[in-house]
């Protein structure tokens, strides 16, 4: 049964296509990946977290997995700021295939941050699987390997990610009532 909170406007990617889409994520993540000893994947918390678990759990591929965490600062509206580390790899990157797990795109600088402070530690390869992407607000031109989903300009929450750090355990995406939205709280 899906769960209903009365904080949600709309469901907008339903739990059974996401399922189906993670699912093909893992199937062509599995696919590419197949020739290489190990893949390191890098969850960044906490939206990911979700998201890690179910890709993970269907890869065919050897695999480790390890987290960063990240703050932004500066935020006014829903534009990040500048990006820094509050929690970095607990191990080196050098020489290993790196596939970066992020629940979303936005602007881009989270990512792009991200893949130039990986992409100086020398991994063998570096890619990115995203499960959602704002592409209409993108702000620096980044490159996303695997996509789950394109999605509109709203605030969205569930399967990982938070308003207030609340509702990141529903099944579902959906989109938070405007009157509830004040930019004031947000967290990763
Ligand atoms: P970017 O740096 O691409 O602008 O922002 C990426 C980060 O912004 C995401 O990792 C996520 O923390 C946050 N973010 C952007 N849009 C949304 C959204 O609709 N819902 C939630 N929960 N977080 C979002």
């Not at 993970?56 to 703050?71: E, I, Y």
Request: aromatic residues 6%; proline residues 3%.
């Amino acid at each position: 049964m899906t769960r209903k909170n009365s904080d949600i406007d709309r469901v907008l990617i339903d739990e059974a296509t996401i399922q189906q889409r993670v699912c093909e994520l893992a199937h062509q993540v599995s696919e590419d990946y197949a020739e290489e000893d190990e893949v390191l994947l890098v969850g960044i918390l906490k939206g990911a977290f979700i998201f890690l678990a179910d890709l993970a759990r269907q890869l065919q591929v050897r695999h480790a997995v390890d987290f960063m965490a990240l703050s932004s600062y500066g935020l006014s509206g829903a534009a990040s700021g500048a990006v820094r580390i509050i929690m970095d790899l607990r191990q080196p990157v050098e020489g290993k295939h790196v596939l970066l797990v992020e629940d979303i795109v936005d602007t881009g600088l989270t990512l792009d941050y991200l893949n130039k402070t990986l992409e100086s530690r020398r991994p063998a390869s570096l890619r990115s699987c995203v499960l959602l992407d704002k592409a209409a607000r993108r702000e620096v031109d980044v490159p996303i390997d695997y996509l789950g989903f394109e999605i509109p300009d709203v605030w969205v929450v569930g399967y990982g990610l938070d308003y207030a750090d609340q509702h990141r355990t529903l099944p579902y995406i959906g989109v938070l009532r405007r009157e509830v939205v004040s930019f004031d709280h947000q967290d990763r």
